[in-house]
């Protein structure tokens, strides 16, 4: 069997664009960005608002840690949500929803729910939504210290049962 073999390489147009003179300076193309970003913060604002009510609601129905659908279904809007508000220059809102959301999987992992654990990351999530402490002021850096607190104790292990008969 003999043929002709081709190769058929596609004209990268991209590239020929970055490569042609004109357009928007990188420094600007990143001012414009920032501009259009900021020109949303009312609506991922708004967004988070929406999630953190629903995340009240969902963690109010959850039943324990047996409740797959409704832990899970918490999970998934709190993990969905990172990211949104860096977007909004609230760092430290993002790092309390991975603080959360990363207690929600352990509780998930380990079969344990404890309700003031959640609730306590929920009422932070609250705060810093609604105050300038989430910009990364030391309040806010005060409220993720004693979150981390908090996922710590439910990360260490239980102490030891000595099983030893006298």
């Known amino acids: 069997m003999t043929g002709v073999v081709r190769f058929h390489v596609p004209e990268n147009r991209l590239g020929k664009l ?3 003179a004109g357009g928007k300076a990188v420094e600007q193309a990143v001012k ?4 259009g970003i900021e020109s949303l913060r009312g609506d991922f604002l ?3 608002s929406e999630i953190l009510e629903k995340a009240e609601v969902l963690s109010v129905a959850v039943k324990g840690a047996d409740d797959q659908v409704g832990t899970d279904a918490l999970y998934g809007l709190i993990s969905n949500a990172i990211g949104v508000p860096s977007a909004c220059g609230m760092t430290s809102l993002d790092e ?4 959360l959301s990363d207690m929600i999987d352990h ?36 409220i ?23």
């Not at 414009?32 to 501009?35: E, N, R, Y």
């Open 32 to 35: 414009d960005a920032s501009v």
């Open 18 to 20: 970055i490569r042609s």
């Open 144 to 166: 993720l210290v004693g979150l981390h607190k908090v996922s710590a104790r439910f990360r260490r292990k239980p102490p030891a049962v000595n099983t030893a008969s006298a």
């Open 46 to 48: 708004s967004e988070l």
């Open 96 to 99: 309390m929803l991975i603080s």
């Open 107 to 142: 509780f998930k992992t380990h079969a344990i729910w404890d309700k003031q654990a959640i609730t306590l990351h929920l009422s932070a999530f609250r705060l810093l939504l609604n105050s300038e402490s989430a910009r990364d002021s030391e309040g806010a850096k005060a």
